[in-house]
């Protein structure tokens, strides 16, 4: 029988390679890597096109008939583009519904959130499911929480500092009891593969979850694991929600990049510690299939499982390439 046709996108990157050895370790796929034109020489995608994944070469920006001729026969797409280029999916939704793809994976696999001016990477994404029901193209839209790798604070000792990709900050927002989803990286492939084989997710929303915690839990978490006595810096919900206004505001006046990143990471506090949308109880309210109730003989990496590795020196820093800290520091991402 002929193996399940998959076209990956984003292979070069954090979540699209964790998304490709997930699939590779199931077995089930044939895997095509879609591949923009200016890194098909990277040593990314030389280490890929070495494995003997086959290229589909594009920028997403050429015609939409050739786009299609390119992805004729395959089965299940699945993007992990960067987040800024999520409307460069568009033209592929198009091209999708023409050629007759089984299922769509936008880019998504981010923490749970309604759309509508909370966080404005919901939105865009948003714009890209819009067009794919537009299209009456078949899809799932995976979201994943966050990452447990992002999810931690420093210790005194500085012993967890080499696997923080941005500076730490020991914070904790209002009370720290608002609860949310968590969930390894190296976990996303796995998940994906299950859910792109189960007809039960066709044309909805699921949320792979490994754990739902609370700062004040994952701090507990990392005080017993390390022996160390945390620091704990408390900022209150208004002073979350007067933070994100006054970061808006300076935005608006001066349009400069970098007071966006305090929006950005503002709107993030607003949403994950004070609305607390990204808890197990909102992602059903949201009409979310739940990971653990599909899935309950796959056992996720916990939370406490990837702790215990990180504080004996064994996590992957993230964006080893420096690309994303350059970014961050030129104040773009
Ligand atoms: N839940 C969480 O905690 C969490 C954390 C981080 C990210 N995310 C989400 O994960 C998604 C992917 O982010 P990431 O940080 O993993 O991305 P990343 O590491 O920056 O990788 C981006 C990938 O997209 C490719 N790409 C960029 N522009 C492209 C284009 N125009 N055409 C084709 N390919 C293009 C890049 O390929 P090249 O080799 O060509 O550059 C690379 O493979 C985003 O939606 C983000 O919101 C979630």
Redesign the pocket.
């Known amino acids: 029988m002929a193996k399940h046709r998959v076209l990956l996108?984003?292979?070069?990157?954090?979540?699209?390679g964790d998304i490709l050895s997930g699939l590779v370790e199931d077995g089930s796929f044939d895997i095509s890597l879609?591949?923009?034109p200016?890194?098909t020489n990277?040593p990314?995608?030389k280490a890929l096109e070495a494995h003997g994944f086959p290229f589909v070469v594009s920028?997403?920006t050429e015609p939409v008939d050739q786009l299609v001729t390119k992805i004729k026969g395959i089965d299940t797409i699945i993007s992990?583009?960067?987040?800024q280029?999520?409307l460069?999916e568009i033209i592929l939704v198009e091209a999708a519904a023409k050629a007759g793809t089984k299922r769509f994976l936008p880019?998504?696999?981010?923490?749970v959130c309604p759309p509508g001016g909370i966080m404005a990477?919901r939105d865009t994404k948003e714009i890209v499911h819009n067009a794919i029901l537009v299209a009456k193209l078949p899809y799932t839209f995976v979201d994943?929480?966050?990452?447990h790798q992002?999810s931690f604070p420093p210790v005194p000792s500085g012993k967890l500092d080499y696997a923080i990709l941005f500076p730490g900050t020991n914070v904790i927002y209002g009370d720290g009891n608002a609860e949310g989803i968590l969930t390894d990286k190296r976990d996303l492939g796995r998940f994906v593969a299950r859910i792109i084989k189960d007809e039960r997710t066709i044309n909805k929303k699921v949320v792979a979850i490994a754990d739902a915690l609370t700062q004040n839990q994952i701090w507990e978490i990392v005080e017993r694991l390390s022996g160390e006595k945390m620091n704990r810096t408390y900022v209150s919900a208004d002073e979350v929600v007067s933070q994100l206004a006054r970061a808006k505001e300076a935005a608006v006046a001066s349009g400069n990049e970098k007071v966006n990143l305090e929006v950005i990471a503002g709107s993030y506090n607003w949403s994950r510690y004070v609305r607390a949308d990204n808890s197990p109880e909102n992602a059903k309210y949201l009409g979310y299939l739940d990971s653990r109730e599909l899935y309950p003989d796959f056992r996720p990496i916990g939370f406490e499982e990837f702790m215990r590795e990180a504080l004996q020196g064994k996590a992957k820093k993230l964006?080893a390439d420096g690309k994303?800290e350059k970014l961050y520091n030129d104040g773009k991402r």
């Open positions: 996108i984003g292979a070069t990157g954090e979540t699209g879609l591949i923009r200016s890194s990277t990314k995608a920028d997403l992990a583009i960067r987040s280029e999520a460069s880019c998504d696999f981010g923490p990477v994943i929480g966050f990452w992002f964006y994303v």
